[in-house]
Nanobody, 125 residues
Framework: DVQLQAFGGGLVQAGGSLRLSCTAAVGTFDDYAIGWFRQAPGKERQGISLINCNDGNTYYSDSMKGRFTTAMDNAKTTVYLQLNSLKVDDTAVYYC??????????????????WGQGTQVTVSS
């Protein structure tokens, strides 16, 4: 099993940037995909991006393309989510999740087996 820790959230003004990190508390992300999601108050959890940790390929949900970028360190122990040009509507709890390669269908929440604790991003106007 993989254990995830997400951190890096905070309070930022609109137009600003943050970099979120998702680390493997034990082991590495070999054979996993790491997805980023967010959930705003009263809304469903929404997929942002995912990275295949075996080949490094990245994918973004249609609604999230352009301002957010995901990447992984060479040791395959940390996955990042760079948030740029933040808007007030980006305020949410951001989560990382892991699924074994081939065991997920896009960002269907039920397919992702392991979740980090979430980190709050608050964007002020």
């Amino acid at each position: 099993d993989v254990q995830l820790q997400a951190f890096g959230g905070g309070l930022v003004q609109a137009g600003g940037s943050l970099r979120l990190s998702c680390t493997a508390a034990v082991g590495t992300f070999d054979d996993y995909a790491i997805g980023w999601f967010r959930q705003a108050p009263g809304k469903e959890r929404q997929g942002i991006s995912l990275i295949n940790c075996n080949d490094g390929n990245t994918y973004y949900s249609d609604s999230m393309k352009g301002r957010f970028t995901t990447a992984m360190d060479n040791a395959k122990t940390t996955v990042y989510l760079q948030l740029n040009s933040l808007k007030v509507d980006d305020t949410a709890v951001y989560y990382c999740a892991a699924a074994l390669e081939g065991d997920y269908n896009g960002w269907s929440v039920d397919d992702w087996d392991y979740w980090g604790q979430g980190t709050q991003v608050t964007v002020s106007s």
